[in-house]
């Protein structure tokens, strides 16, 4: 399959068209709702005061920044996650009371990059003027996506290291470095929206970046050890969210395709190169992450005598993690764990 311009200008085109449409539909229906998302926090009497005189209301698109508000805010915010408990990321489509929500919002955190083009697209309307706003990726340094050998983009085989013209990487939170920037920046927001609260943000912020500070450390001394046995390897039988967790602690990689692809279609050549890789590299775990399809780790696993282990990017939790109170310090801890036994631990 061949990357087609004309093609992939068509499609952009119905998008922007269908976006316009939503909108609409979204605006028309302002005024009638009622009913908050199941996540929406509950709020008490004494709480923040927002534009219309209730707590104030915080959106978010996905995860990381949902964990993030709700540890340094608890319950003084109304907070809501668009994306619901076990939906996939790339593949979530907006509905007229998503746009509502973040129409009312006093304010609305999303990660911004390629795969957040209807975000902005809704945020050019005017009615949508007022809403204060934070991008994940306006919060730390950005690395542009890359595409190592063997990996499929496009349709086509990555040929080697090279990085995407102008295609920042937007999975910044995989990092816990940068999601001690990321909490920074939301604290900072929160006391300037509501400076009445602004002592406990900063408590529980600092808390909160001591639990950074332990996981840093426990990546930086796992990778360390690994390091010095020659182990840096990791293998994804997947989409590559890491790219910020792997520069950070050291880690290369090969992988079945860049971080947000679109394109998951494995094909023969990329099948081989990874298991070629596996088996000469001795990979004992293929790695994959989660609300994702095992076929191509399992494929991998099972050619190379490897086993099959989730490493969690953040994007979203399952129904059943939110309810037993998970949250990104917890999935990290796990992910720890997990790449002790993908470096041979
Ligand atoms: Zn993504």
Redesign the pocket.
């Known amino acids: 399959m061949m990357h087609d311009p004309a093609a992939e200008k068509k499609q952009k085109n119905w998008y922007r068209c269908s976006m316009a449409v939503l909108l609409a539909a979204a605006l028309l229906l302002s005024g009638c709702t009622g009913g908050g998302s199941v996540l929406s926090g509950p709020v008490r009497e004494t709480d923040s005061k927002g534009r219309d005189g209730s707590a104030l209301k915080i959106v978010t698109t996905i995860f990381p920044q949902y964990d993030f508000v709700r540890q340094i805010a608890g319950e003084r915010v109304s907070l809501q996650m668009l994306l619901k408990p076990g939906e996939e990321?790339?593949s979530y489509e907006p509905t007229p009371r998503d746009i509502i929500a973040i129409q009312n919002a006093d304010l609305f955190i999303y990660v911004g990059g390629e795969?957040d083009a209807w975000v902005e697209d809704i945020l050019d309307a005017p009615e949508m003027k007022q809403v204060r706003r934070l991008r994940l990726v306006d919060c730390t340094a950005l690395l542009k996506e890359e595409h190592v050998e063997g990996m499929r983009h496009k349709g086509q085989l990555c040929p080697g290291t090279e990085e995407e013209e102008e295609e920042n990487d937007?999975?910044v939170w995989t990092s816990p470095k940068n999601a001690m920037e990321i909490t920074k920046r939301i604290a900072e927001e929160l006391s300037a929206l509501d400076p009445e609260g602004r002592e406990g943000y900063k408590a529980n912020l600092d808390a909160y970046l001591e639990e950074l500070a332990a996981l840093d450390r426990q990546f930086r001394e796992i990778t360390q050890k690994a390091a010095a046995r020659g182990q840096d390897l990791l293998l994804f039988g997947d989409?590559f969210?890491f790219r910020y967790l792997a520069q950070e602690y050291g880690l290369q990689y090969y992988a079945a395709f860049p971080?947000?692809a679109a394109d998951t279609e494995p094909s023969a050549a990329m099948m081989a190169f990874l298991i070629r890789k596996a088996r000469e590299e001795q990979i004992p775990v293929i790695l994959k992450m989660e609300l994702s399809s095992e076929q191509i780790a399992r494929a991998v696993a099972e050619a190379s005598g490897a086993e099959v282990r989730v490493l969690y990017?953040c994007?979203n939790l399952t129904a059943e993690q939110f309810e037993a109170g998970e949250g990104y310090l917890s999935m990290m801890r796990k992910n720890a764990e997990t790449l002790q036994a993908a470096l041979g631990q």
């Open positions: 990321t790339h795969n937007e999975h989409r969210p971080g947000c990017s994007h």
